[in-house]
């Protein structure tokens, strides 16, 4: 008899924030992040579609993912605002998933320069996570948050088109 495969244990998913639901996005960011974000943020991030996600982990939210779009200069970027998951399911690839999908977004679209965040200065688990997917610390902030300490913030980001050339005749000097 040919052996059958196990379910996974832990079965991954991402969902759309909607009216319905975005109360959940609002108790899970509560929760893992020390940073109370606004009724603004809510109801902007209602209108993200593919860049705010729950994670459910077997039909429960369990995380989220919300990202907007920033034009600075001539640069196309994706910003992550949130990214995070409840304590006791970290470590099960959750946070990959959701990185993964904005990653996906960003090269189904084509056209982004760059994908940044913000991460407090002592969240080395965070910083190592961003790391693993070509995120490099490009700038430290001082006194970035307001309210919670440390209040400073290392910027991260990942290059997904190098800087245009000023050189535009065509040589290769």
């Known amino acids: 008899m040919p052996e059958q495969s196990k379910p996974p244990l832990h079965r991954i998913e991402l ?6 639901n975005f109360r959940q996005l609002k108790c899970v960011n509560s929760v893992v992040f020390p940073v109370i974000y606004n009724d603004k943020f809510y109801q902007n991030v209602l209108e993200k ?14 995380g989220a993912v919300c990202c907007r779009i920033d ?19 970290r470590r099960l690839g959750i946070g990959s998933v959701m990185l993964k999908h904005v990653l996906q977004y960003v090269e189904n679209d084509g ?3 760059s994908i940044y965040l913000h991460v407090q200065v002592n969240n080395d688990s965070a910083i190592e996570f961003y790391k693993k997917f070509g995120f ?3 700038d430290t902030r ?19 088109r ?7 005749n065509g ?3």
């Open 15 to 20: 969902g759309a924030v909607t009216p319905h």
């Open 49 to 62: 579609g593919e860049l705010t996600k729950l994670a459910y982990c077997n039909d429960i939210v369990v």
């Open 71 to 89: 034009t600075v200069g001539n640069q196309r970027k994706l910003y992550i605002m949130t990214l995070g998951c409840l304590a006791p399911y």
């Open 111 to 113: 056209n982004f320069d």
């Open 136 to 138: 490099q610390i490009v």
């Open 142 to 160: 001082e006194k970035y948050y307001k309210r919670i300490e440390p209040a400073d913030a290392h910027e991260l980001q990942k290059t997904i």
């Open 162 to 168: 190098p800087l245009k050339s000023e050189n535009t």
């Open 171 to 173: 040589s290769h000097e």
